[in-house]
């Protein structure tokens, strides 16, 4: 059996963490694909073909990781021409049954039980899916049409009222090479892998099983903190043996404490949590629901954290960051405070691409680019995204998204007093 990975699409969506693959963004000390990588070894497959596109560094990153035990191949993707293109380029590098997923599929070791369970006649591939709660969510996924409780069309972005069931395609799947023969004579488009299942499904038996699993999906930056809480259900206690911690200091539950890591007086962690190594936890600090600090990055005291994450060699003072995924190389003044919840506490939604996402959050935070700066006593509000090295003046409170290198600040007024003789 053998694992195809998906990793070359672009990530506009996910800005403003897309300046390389969104797969690379380190989650619990490891790049996503790494936990992909590592889930696919401990399902027992070691023959791995990854797709990539033309100039990324996936490539670069993978052999730089610990992949002992796995064969990996990779094919180029020129340009981003859907699944379908990129399962073609990889035919040759395929031997009979496969399972395809994204970069991002960490919890595939579940996925690949759910699948193989299902599977009953020969010849019979089978789709990953969910239950949708909300249909109006149909219209931006592949919907399943079902008969006799086999898939006969994958229904992409239906209309709404006109969804054919409440089964969305989860995006892992359990295929064989006469599937590829169905798919090199369908007519080439971005949507040519979903009209060859339909395709298959004339001849063949097309099969699906229901997750009820964690609907892990890697479109928007939000979507980190999903990544993030399902890795850290796993997490077990440890406290590496060069780490300092106070006596004072409590960790309580979960907690995973990296190499050099320190962690001073009357700190209290709230597992499960992930310290990474080389980070430095100043005095009264408080991190519950979930923190994951990645290396090299510094909290000075006083300061509240929930349900973040703080990327790699990022800096923050006082202050109270909630629901939030802060780049790599931010520096944050004192007093920073985050809104993470609305007034009149609706779901928060975030103007991605000139378009309002409802991200079905009613907890959410800010969004920092790499490099970006902010001054003391500044504020962000619910659901804001600031882009890449920004600087925000001190004092400020941030209403709506920063682009990218710009300065963002309140201008005051200065009331000068002078004193009455």
């Known amino acids: 059996m053998q694992a195809l990975i998906l990793a070359a699409g672009e990530s506009s969506r996910f800005y403003p963490f897309n300046d390389s693959h969104k797969s690379l963004v380190k989650v619990l000390g490891k790049p996503i694909i790494e936990h992909t990588l590592l889930a696919i070894k401990n399902a027992g497959i070691t023959d791995v073909i990854i797709v990539i596109g033309k100039g990324n560094s996936i490539k670069d990153q993978v052999e730089k990781i610990d992949s002992r035990g796995l064969k990996i191949q990779y094919v180029i993707q020129e340009e981003a021409s859907g699944m379908g293109d990129a399962l073609l380029l990889a035919e040759n590098y395929i031997k009979d049954e496969f399972f395809l997923l994204h970069a991002y599929r960490v919890d595939f070791l579940e996925s690949k039980k759910i699948l193989e369970n299902k599977r009953k006649e020969k010849n019979e591939i089978v789709l990953l899916a969910r239950k949708i709660k909300n249909l109006s969510e149909s219209g931006k996924l592949g919907i399943l049409k079902i008969e006799n409780n086999k898939v006969i069309e994958v229904v992409e972005k239906p209309l709404s009222g006109e969804e054919p069931s409440d089964l969305a395609v989860v995006g892992t799947y359990l295929l064989n090479k006469l599937f590829i023969d169905t798919l090199?004579?369908?007519?080439?488009?971005?949507?040519?892998?979903?009209?060859?299942?339909?395709?298959?499904?004339?001849?063949?038996?097309?099969?699906?099983?229901?997750?009820?699993?964690?609907?892990?999906?890697?479109?928007?930056?939000?979507?980190?903190?999903?990544?993030?809480?399902?890795?850290?259900?796993?997490?077990?206690?440890?406290?590496?043996?060069?780490?300092?911690?106070?006596s004072s200091a409590q960790l309580i539950g979960e907690v995973y404490v990296d190499e050099h890591a320190k962690i001073m007086e009357n700190v209290v962690i709230k597992g499960p949590c992930f310290i990474g190594r080389n980070v430095f936890i100043g005095n009264n600090v408080i991190l519950r629901n979930e923190v994951?600090?990645?290396?090299?990055?510094?909290?000075?005291?006083?300061?509240?954290?929930?349900?973040?994450?703080?990327?790699?060699?990022?800096?923050?003072?006082?202050?109270?960051?909630?629901?939030?995924?802060?780049?790599?190389?931010?520096?944050?003044?004192?007093?920073?405070?985050?809104?993470?919840?609305?007034?009149?506490r609706a779901t928060v939604k975030v103007t991605i691409k000139g378009q309002k996402i409802d991200t079905g959050f009613k907890n959410l935070g800010v969004m920092v680019g790499e490099g970006t700066r902010i001054g003391l006593k500044s504020s962000a509000m619910p659901g804001v995204i600031v882009g890449k090295n920004v600087i925000i003046g001190s004092g400020t409170n941030i209403m709506g998204n920063v682009e990218d290198n710009v300065k963002y600040y309140t201008k005051f007024q200065e009331i000068v007093v002078k004193k009455i003789v």
Not at 196 to 214: M, P
Not at 215 to 231: E, R, V
């Open 292 to 344: 994951d600090v990645e290396e090299n990055s510094v909290i000075g005291a006083n300061m509240e954290i929930k349900n973040t994450l703080l990327m790699e060699n990022s800096k923050t003072h006082s202050g109270f960051i909630g629901d939030s995924v802060v780049g790599k190389n931010c520096r944050i003044g004192a007093g920073f405070c985050t809104a993470n919840v609305r007034l009149d």
């Open 184 to 246: 090199r004579k369908t007519s080439k488009e971005h949507y040519s892998f979903e009209k060859a299942i339909s395709q298959y499904a004339h001849k063949e038996s097309v099969g699906f099983a229901i997750t009820d699993g964690n609907n892990l999906s890697l479109k928007y930056p939000w979507d980190l903190l999903l990544f993030k809480s399902y890795l850290l259900s796993n997490l077990k206690k440890y406290i590496s043996p060069t780490a300092s911690v106070a």
